[in-house]
């Protein structure tokens, strides 16, 4: 289970008269997540989901509050918290010049798999990802969606059990974003905990169990869908997240 208690992140900036001020980017965040769950990690850019995930994933170390992975911290369990993790960012680079075949290996071995279990699970990912026609293939020559499947599947070859997804289909072609999102259903029914961050309202809406919104660093409201939805009077998460924050005009 992973436990997110009072999670606070300040930085540091410089005015435009160029003086130092210090902001929080997340201000208090809490929430638990269980075995077999989707949740859904919302809000527009600024909110503070990456700086959220950052911290979740072991990237950024918060300011105050603490991240609790199965019952170990990063403070004396770091490698051993990583080894449960897959991180995906939206903005990830990969190798260009070696195929996803030698990516996928190359983690593999980082990761410390087997051997013998390597190959197994390179076949089995890519099968499941829509991979092996082009799986030999240089990254480089790759469209966008199957850079992207690539991505995924270099973070699953430890067989993680958290997975941690900041906007994995945007920019996707349609296809391409129904393949990894029928994946996500698929992890989760395998009893894998799944964070993830969307602009797709809609897209939450249809897989997420429990959604998490946050809005200038704080969680605005929290819950399943349709207990948002019924508790703002909406029909979809996209009006109720506006009708929380007071609609387009409070933000002008």
């Known amino acids: 289970m992973l436990e997110v208690k009072d999670v606070k992140k300040k930085f540091v900036r410089y005015t435009k008269d160029k003086k130092k001020e210090e902001f929080y980017a997340d201000k208090g965040i809490s929430f638990q997540a269980k075995e077999g769950t989707i949740v859904g990690i919302l809000g527009p850019n600024g909110a503070g989901k990456t700086t959220l995930l950052r911290m979740i994933g072991g990237i950024l170390e918060p300011t105050d509050g603490s991240i609790i992975i199965d019952k170990l911290n990063y403070d004396k369990n770091e490698i051993e918290i990583k080894k449960k993790i897959a991180y995906l960012s939206g903005n990830t680079k990969i190798y260009q010049?070696?195929?996803?075949?030698?990516?996928?290996?190359?983690?593999?071995?980082?990761?410390?798999?087997?051997?013998?279990?390597?190959e197994g699970r390179i076949s089995k990912i890519s099968k499941e990802l829509e991979m092996e026609s082009f799986l030999h293939n240089r990254i480089s020559n790759l469209s966008t969606g199957q850079t992207q499947r690539v991505n995924i599947a270099r973070c699953l070859v430890h067989d993680p059990k958290y997975y941690i997804l900041d906007e994995a289909t945007s920019g996707l072609d349609i296809i391409s974003s129904q393949v990894i999102l029928d994946f996500i259903k698929k992890e989760k029914e395998n009893g894998k905990i799944i964070l993830y961050s969307t602009h797709y309202m809609e897209e939450a809406e249809n897989i997420c169990d429990y959604v998490i919104m946050i809005h200038k660093g704080?969680?605005?409201?929290?819950?399943?869908?349709e207990d948002i939805k019924k508790a703002t009077k909406t029909t979809n998460l996209r009006d109720a997240f506006f009708t929380l924050i007071g609609g387009v005009e409070n933000e002008k």
């Open 97 to 118: 010049s070696i195929s996803g075949y030698e990516l996928l290996k190359m983690c593999g071995e980082l990761y410390d798999v087997p051997k013998s279990e390597i």
């Open 218 to 225: 704080l969680v605005i409201k929290e819950g399943t869908p």
